[in-house]
């Protein structure tokens, strides 16, 4: 189809040059004085063959007929335009190359949960030991050990590795959930830590890879105050976004004060929604130097 339109519009603009050509030469007076005498119509259709207007008619026609015919060949022979990719990842790691993603960030965005791989219905963590630290509220509000930090207790856990030949699987983005209960009165008041304080973490989940361990905060001791922590934040707003010389606003885990020096705490560890640790645990708070935590049968 292209090639037709190419050829046809190159013959008709041969044809009208030709004409033009003719009549320019006097070539064709014989045959229009012919056609003059023929009838009524011929002196008509001679004056439309050496009639100016009706060359250029021709010459136009076969020249937009093959304009139009070799368009459609360059388009469908062309190559396409290359893809520009539409946005940037930038991370706070240097690289010598940026990375290309699917998102960008500019200014202070929402922060978003960390993604939470799927865990084995096999997968449990394992508790340790408490043990009694020294603890200070550091930077962005992050809990850490100081030697002038206050006496605090944590609850160590670890991601026990498997039987030799065997896989640990990894406990992604665990949740601690507190509860602090009277020993003997049912009805007295409950203390719930909806996100329990990881050691060192300013979120409030912790992955724990084969053989990992990590503490989890359970109280603190200022003055004659006893608290615990309950961390708001799902995500690190320095973590993976970029911030074009925007302010960043951290916010400090809750400190909610036990009521009761004595008790008992139940600690659940979620991962996804696999619950990887429950345990019930007796307390004693009243010398902050010489407590005591025992586990309880659940």
């Known amino acids: 189809m292209?090639?037709?339109?190419?050829?046809g519009g190159a013959a008709i603009l041969l044809i009208g040059s030709t004409l033009e050509?003719?009549?320019?030469?006097?070539?064709?007076?014989?045959?229009?004085?012919?056609?003059?005498?023929?009838?009524?119509?011929?002196?008509?259709?001679?004056?439309?063959v050496v009639s100016p207007?009706?060359?250029?008619?021709i010459v136009f026609t076969g020249l937009g007929i093959a304009v139009a015919g070799a368009r459609e060949s360059r388009k469908e022979s062309g190559s396409p335009l290359p893809t520009i990719p539409t946005s940037v990842n930038v991370t706070n790691e240097p690289s010598l190359?940026?990375?290309?993603?699917q998102n960008i960030y500019v200014g202070t965005?929402?922060?978003?949960?960390?993604?939470?791989?799927?865990?084995?219905?096999?997968t449990t963590l394992e508790f340790v030991q408490f043990e009694g630290k020294r603890l200070a509220?550091?930077?962005?509000?992050?809990?850490?050990?100081?030697?002038?930090?206050?006496n605090g207790i944590v609850a160590v856990f670890r991601n026990e590795p498997k039987a030799l030949g065997s896989r640990t699987p990894t406990a992604s983005s665990v949740t601690a959930h507190l509860k602090f209960n009277h020993p003997t009165e049912q009805d007295a008041i409950e203390l719930y830590i909806n996100h329990g304080t990881w050691l060192g973490k300013y979120e409030h989940f912790s992955t724990f890879r084969p053989a990992e361990t990590h503490s989890l905060i359970i109280t603190v001791h200022e003055n004659m105050q006893i608290f615990s922590l309950d961390n708001p934040n799902r995500a690190d707003p320095l973590r993976n976004r970029f911030h074009a010389g925007a302010s960043?606003?951290?916010?400090?885990?809750?400190?909610?004060?036990?009521?009761?020096?004595?008790?008992?705490?139940?600690i659940t560890l979620v991962s996804g929604?696999?619950?990887?640790?429950?345990?019930?645990?007796?307390?004693?708070?009243?010398?902050?130097?010489a407590w005591k935590m025992n586990p309880i049968n659940l």
């Open 137 to 150: 509220r550091g930077s962005r509000y992050i809990w850490e050990e100081s030697p002038d930090g206050l």
């Open 97 to 101: 190359t940026p990375s290309m993603s």
């Open 248 to 266: 960043i606003r951290f916010i400090p885990p809750t400190q909610k004060e036990i009521p009761y020096r004595s008790g008992i705490v139940e």
């Open 273 to 289: 929604n696999l619950t990887v640790f429950r345990g019930r645990f007796s307390y004693d708070l009243e010398d902050s130097k």
């Open 109 to 122: 965005p929402q922060p978003l949960s960390s993604p939470v791989e799927v865990p084995d219905d096999n």
């Open 21 to 48: 050509a003719l009549n320019y030469w006097h070539l064709l007076d014989f045959i229009l004085n012919k056609l003059r005498d023929s009838g009524p119509f011929g002196p008509t259709i001679a004056n439309i």
């Open 53 to 57: 207007i009706a060359v250029l008619v």
């Open 2 to 7: 292209r090639l037709t339109k190419i050829i």
